[in-house]
């Protein structure tokens, strides 16, 4: 069975400043989905950004990046210029395309940042 | 992307009573999923909900407590039934997109006392 790994259940940055967010998750699968959701105070899940495990090429999405390393099993998401507005929780999350769409999350990291 | 409504966004509920959630998309899906976030924690698929078929359950989550109805492709429902305190969650809708990105709807926060 899938897991995902998130060793840091909380984080903090300066306003402006560089975060990184660790997450590894452990399959057998050769094709698969990660995903970074960000979920603020108000609860709503929003999509940060997506990577394709065929895909070499690391994801961005405006300050948003990802560092994939999939002989590592390793999908970390960089935030950079840190805003007040990226305080929330972030869960990583992967999906086997043969399960019909099941995401398997990660227990979360709770993201400060401070003015 | 998708557009997900929930209704209601926030109950407060009796224990040994039921709640449905409603979850409304704005364009026509084959797959919706219900997903439990408990308090501090991440979240957890309850089902897969398929129009013209019966809800595909996942482990430790049962029709009986959470009968889902599809009636068509821009709607579902999610039914708690015989609340208990343990119960109390926000409960999710989801969609799946295009390239398997999914879409959440806001989350209905039930608290049963």
């Known amino acids: 069975a899938q897991t995902v790994t998130q060793s840091q259940p909380e984080m903090s940055v300066q306003e402006a400043e560089t975060v990184t967010l660790s997450c590894t998750y452990d399959?057998?699968?050769?094709?698969?989905?990660l995903f970074w959701y960000k979920q603020p105070p108000s609860r709503q899940m929003i999509l940060v950004i997506r990577?394709?495990?065929?895909?070499?090429q690391n994801a961005t999405e405006n300050r948003f990046s990802v560092n994939f390393q999939k002989a590592a099993k390793s999908f970390s998401l960089k935030i950079s210029d840190s805003q007040l507005g990226d305080t929330a929780m972030y869960f990583c999350?992967?999906?086997?395309?043969?399960?019909?769409?099941?995401?398997?999350f990660g227990k979360g990291t709770k993201l400060s940042v401070k003015p | 992307s998708a557009v997900i409504s929930q209704k209601p966004s926030r109950d407060i509920c009796q224990r040994g009573t039921s709640l449905t959630i409603q979850c409304q998309v704005d364009s026509q899906v084959t797959m919706m999923f219900w997903y439990r976030q408990q308090p501090g924690q991440s979240l957890t698929l309850i089902a897969t909900?398929?129009?013209?078929?019966?809800?595909?359950?996942e482990s430790g989550f049962v029709i009986d407590k959470f009968p889902i109805s599809r009636p068509n492709l821009t709607f579902s429902t999610l039914t708690v039934s015989n609340m208990s305190p343990e119960d109390s969650s926000i409960y999710l809708c989801?969609?799946?997109?295009?390239?398997?990105?999914?879409?959440f709807g806001p989350g209905t926060r039930l608290t049963v006392t």
């Open positions: 999350a992967f999906m086997n395309p043969g399960s019909q769409g099941n995401l398997i």
């Open positions: 989801s969609v799946v997109w295009q390239s398997y990105e999914q879409y």
């Open positions: 399959t057998s699968e050769n094709n698969y989905y």
């Open positions: 909900a398929n129009q013209g078929s019966e809800a595909t359950y």
């Open positions: 990577q394709e495990a065929y895909k070499q």
